[in-house]
């Protein structure tokens, strides 16, 4: 507990540095095409009017429709996904031979082609959202029903005629695809490290899910980040992202814990950060952003890359400030 509650003084710091300076550095890219799989590091990624490209574009459903999480099915956590490295450039279209990679632990090699026409199924399902999706056909179902050992299929998200709008309450006039909430996490490497000074056995970041991770700043202090620029893009920062069980989710063999969210209970919840709100017994780590030039008519030069630099624009005062 002396530990934890040493951390509490950094948690004000912005980390910003003087005018003119970067507060931190993007250290990691990180995307995750199927929702609840493993993500793939990428040395950059482009901006959509939903988030990075690819993000989420995918997710795997019931015999309902429904769509499936690791919050249900850890093993999720087993199944590799590939896509093109060109996928990641700005201007990259498939060609028909361009394909999604999909393996897990005791499977053959499954390819989605990305090029392909579908048929529609309607009558999928996120959490509140529900709409028509893109199936990606008997092979893909029957590869992911013989994994789950239940019926399951791959949908893919249909943009040309769903729009799945982010929580106006927090954040209006944005979008989303198979995302939760929001079109970017952004978590921080000095924010893990401190986590991990407390934890018997420390945990890597993808127990977390963040798209954009950065590293130079103080602990948490991506926490009170409420406009930063990477790389002429204006990102807000709208909403502390309040942690479910995933991060219990061993992401190496699928096992369920307890930790690092038992640890966090005693200085990230927010009995401690929110003391003035509801919500007390949720805990926290990273905050969602929104990408102001999303909202526009497409532009050239959306790319945000490792190695960039962050800087903030403005802060909140402090965690009771931030909405969550």
């Known amino acids: 507990m002396e530990k934890a509650a040493s951390f509490l003084s950094s948690l004000l710091g912005g980390g910003e540095g003087p005018a003119g300076e970067p507060a931190a550095t993007v250290a990691s890219?990180?995307?995750y095409p199927i929702?609840?799989?493993?993500?793939?590091?990428?040395?950059?990624?482009?901006?959509?009017?939903?988030?990075?490209?690819?993000?989420?574009?995918?997710?795997?459903v019931n015999a309902k429709g429904r769509a499936l999480t690791q919050r249900v099915e850890p093993k999720m956590a087993l199944v590799e996904v590939e896509l093109p490295p060109a996928a990641f450039d700005e201007d990259w279209q498939p060609t028909p031979d361009s394909c999604l990679v999909i393996r897990a632990p005791g499977m053959d090699t499954l390819k989605v082609p990305l090029a392909a026409e579908h048929a529609t199924l309607d009558d999928v399902s996120v959490w509140e959202w529900s709409g028509s999706a893109y199936d990606e056909g008997a092979e893909a179902a029957e590869w992911l029903s013989a994994y789950f050992g239940k019926p399951s299929r791959l949908v893919r998200f249909k943009e040309e005629s769903e729009i799945r709008p982010t929580n106006p309450e927090y954040a209006q006039g944005y979008k989303i695809t198979f995302t939760d909430c929001?079109?970017?996490?952004?978590?921080?490497?000095?924010?893990?490290?401190?986590?991990?000074?407390?934890?018997?056995?420390?945990?890597?970041?993808?127990?977390?899910?963040?798209?954009?991770?950065?590293?130079?700043?103080?602990?948490?202090?991506?926490?009170?980040?409420?406009?930063?620029?990477?790389?002429?893009?204006?990102?807000?920062?709208?909403?502390?992202?309040?942690?479910?069980?995933?991060?219990?989710?061993?992401q190496e063999n699928g096992m369920l814990g307890t930790e690092p969210t038992e640890t966090m209970l005693t200085f990230r919840s927010g009995e401690v950060l929110r003391p003035s709100h509801e919500n007390k017994h949720k805990v926290y780590f990273g905050q969602n952003l929104v990408c102001k030039e999303s909202v526009s008519a497409k532009g050239k030069g959306r790319v945000v890359k490792v190695g960039d630099p962050v800087y903030v624009l403005q802060t909140y005062p402090s965690c009771d400030e931030v909405p969550a």
């Open 29 to 31: 890219i990180l995307i």
């Open 182 to 250: 929001f079109p970017f996490l952004i978590a921080s490497q000095g924010s893990l490290d401190a986590l991990n000074e407390l934890l018997k056995e420390p945990v890597p970041i993808n127990r977390f899910r963040p798209n954009i991770l950065v590293d130079g700043c103080h602990p948490y202090a991506e926490d009170l980040w409420k406009t930063i620029k990477i790389n002429k893009l204006t990102f807000d920062g709208v909403k502390l992202c309040d942690r479910c069980k995933v991060p219990t989710v061993n």
């Open 35 to 60: 929702k609840s799989c493993r993500g793939v590091s990428v040395p950059q990624a482009p901006v959509t009017s939903t988030g990075f490209r690819w993000d989420r574009q995918w997710v795997v």
